[in-house]
């Protein structure tokens, strides 16, 4: 993306003539197949999985770092002007996102997206622990999604409970279960943006 253009649209652009669809999970439930089908299906639409910038540490540190709401929105409408530019360029009106990180940054989308729609996938506990406990995440065939040598530093127990006596519960936990706390977060997370706004 030409950066002055996304400058440009970052400052002036608005999503208000755009519709967005966001399809959120918490991860291992298809949501790569959904933007490729959407892409095929629907070629006026830009339909994209886990696009550039990442937004996995912008929702870790909403928590973690305790960013604003006003913060959030503004990194998230920095991390997205390209595509509205691209959008805007291309005379397209749909602009859909496949991307488990939006599931920390939903109220922040929801200001920034005002015709926003969201495609929620839920997948059964135990066949999530299973795919997510295979997970190799950089492709290495190493399985370290949640071990203590992951190299991203997830979203933990700890960072959004202020007691004391999680840090010392959350370091004796394994990693199924630390898989199994991330589950219950994130869909815990979109049911709330869903059913309470």
């Given at each position: 993306?030409?950066?002055?253009?996304?400058?440009f649209?970052?400052?002036?652009?608005?999503?208000?003539?755009?519709?967005?669809?966001?399809?959120?999970?918490?991860?291992?439930?298809g949501?790569?197949?959904m933007?490729?089908?959407?892409k095929k299906v629907a070629?006026q639409?830009?339909?994209?999985?886990?696009?550039q910038?990442?937004?996995?540490?912008?929702g870790?540190?909403?928590?973690?770092?305790?960013?604003?709401?006003?913060?959030?929105?503004?990194?998230?409408?920095?991390?997205?002007?390209?595509?509205?530019?691209?959008?805007?360029?291309?005379n397209?009106?749909v602009y859909?996102?496949?991307?488990?990180?939006l599931?920390?940054?939903?109220?922040a989308a929801?200001?920034?997206?005002?015709?926003?729609?969201?495609?929620f996938?839920?997948?059964?506990l135990k066949?999530?622990l299973?795919?997510a406990?295979n997970?190799s995440?950089?492709k290495?065939e190493?399985?370290?999604?949640?071990?203590?040598?992951?190299?991203r530093?997830?979203?933990?127990?700890?960072?959004v409970n202020?007691?004391p006596?999680?840090?010392?519960?959350w370091?004796?936990?394994?990693?199924?279960?630390?898989?199994a706390w991330?589950?219950?977060?994130?869909?815990?997370?979109?049911?709330?943006?869903?059913?309470?706004?």
């Amino acid at each position: 993306m030409n950066r002055l253009s996304t400058l440009f649209q970052f400052a002036f652009g608005s999503w208000k003539n755009k519709e967005v669809i966001l399809i959120v999970s918490s991860g291992r439930t298809g949501t790569n197949f959904m933007a490729d089908w959407f892409k095929k299906v629907a070629p006026q639409v830009v339909s994209l999985h886990e696009p550039q910038p990442d937004l996995f540490y912008l929702g870790v540190n909403r928590f973690r770092k305790n960013y604003s709401q006003f913060k959030t929105y503004i990194k998230l409408k920095w991390a997205r002007a390209g595509y509205l530019s691209h959008l805007q360029k291309h005379n397209k009106k749909v602009y859909i996102e496949s991307n488990p990180n939006l599931v920390l940054l939903l109220p922040a989308a929801k200001q920034l997206f005002p015709n926003l729609k969201i495609i929620f996938i839920k997948r059964d506990l135990k066949d999530y622990l299973i795919s997510a406990f295979n997970k190799s995440p950089d492709k290495s065939e190493t399985n370290f999604y949640y071990a203590d040598n992951d190299p991203r530093k997830r979203l933990t127990a700890i960072d959004v409970n202020n007691n004391p006596n999680t840090i010392d519960g959350w370091n004796k936990l394994g990693r199924e279960e630390r898989i199994a706390w991330w589950w219950y977060f994130a869909n815990k997370q979109i049911e709330g943006y869903l059913f309470r706004g």
